[in-house]
């Protein structure tokens, strides 16, 4: 479902609030309830004449908890579950970790432009050691946060330069169109609109064929842990139809081939993204 604003160009774009977006959240179920009790075995009657023996009756109680344990754990995904799922059940959506759910459908939509990544973002040694997994596809990464821990991972990329740390309201530290691809996530709602009419054009400036913005909806929580210090300001989580103005104005336009590609591909897996996703076309 698309529609042409009546601006300088025109971006049809997602999000569940706007008919420009077509993607929605979902919140995903991590529990599943038991019944009311009747179905739990052990409920037989034993002859009420006779005193059963006390360990009997504890072993019946042991057993019992052990199933229903049991019951509620393997109907929850025992160890396998959505680890994204349990971030938003915790109070925290994470944009960076949503583009490994995204991945497929950026491939699909993008084809030869994955092959030189930069993404820009908190978590970003984890996006792009996902990223240098796939075949044929040279990623980097950019931190605009102080890193106050990481691994040892983590610590590699840094060294090798792969992975960098800098001021993204600043320019980057990079070359006109070093790369094919930018994607965004996590970083641009912790910055006002006079750092974002900065940051938007240095984007498009290092990508030669676009970049992706992965923004989370108003209403979201976030991660609270050392919000403040970190980030200098409370994420600002803005509406579809504000980022649309805002690239309007900038003169940012959207990527449409990319854009049907990727709505294509993920709704032939029913993929719903948890965060506003955004095509843009490089400024060039």
């Known amino acids: 479902m698309t529609a042409h604003l009546q601006a300088p160009s025109s ?15 979902r919140p995903a179920s991590l529990s599943r309830r038991l019944g009311d009790g009747t179905g739990i075995p052990f409920m037989g009657s034993l002859n009420p004449k006779s005193r059963p023996s006390p360990f009997l009756s504890i072993g019946l109680v042991l057993v019992g908890a052990f199933l229903i344990i049991g019951y509620v754990y393997s109907g929850s995904g025992g160890s396998n579950i959505d680890k994204v799922a349990l971030s938003r059940l915790e109070g925290g959506v994470s944009c960076s970790a949503e583009i490994n759910q995204a991945l497929p459908y950026l491939k699909k939509a993008y084809g ?9 973002g908190p978590d970003s040694c984890s996006v792009v050691s996902k990223l240098l997994k796939e075949e044929d596809t040279e990623a980097w990464g950019l931190e605009p946060y102080d890193l106050d821990e990481s691994d040892a991972n983590c610590k590699s990329l840094i060294r090798k330069g792969i992975v960098r740390v800098a001021d993204i309201k ?20 912790y910055l006002s609109p006079r750092y974002l009419n900065k940051t938007l054009p240095e984007l498009s400036r290092v990508s030669s064929d676009g970049f992706v913005i992965l923004s989370g909806y108003p209403g979201q929580r976030r991660v609270k842990v050392a919000e403040m210090s970190k980030f200098g300001r409370p994420a600002k989580l803005r509406s579809s139809s504000w980022w649309i103005r805002f690239f309007v104005q900038t003169k940012l336009e959207e990527n449409e081939v990319a854009t049907k590609k990727f709505e294509l591909a993920a709704a032939k897996k029913a993929y719903q993204s948890t965060c506003q996703i955004f095509h843009l076309k490089s400024l060039h």
């Open 170 to 189: 600043f320019p980057l530290p990079y070359k006109s169109k070093s790369f094919s691809l930018v994607i965004v996530s996590d970083a641009l709602d």
């Open 112 to 120: 030869d432009s994955m092959h030189k990544v930069l993404h820009v």
């Open 11 to 25: 971006l049809r774009l997602h999000s569940g609030e706007s008919q420009h977006i077509q993607m929605s959240r």
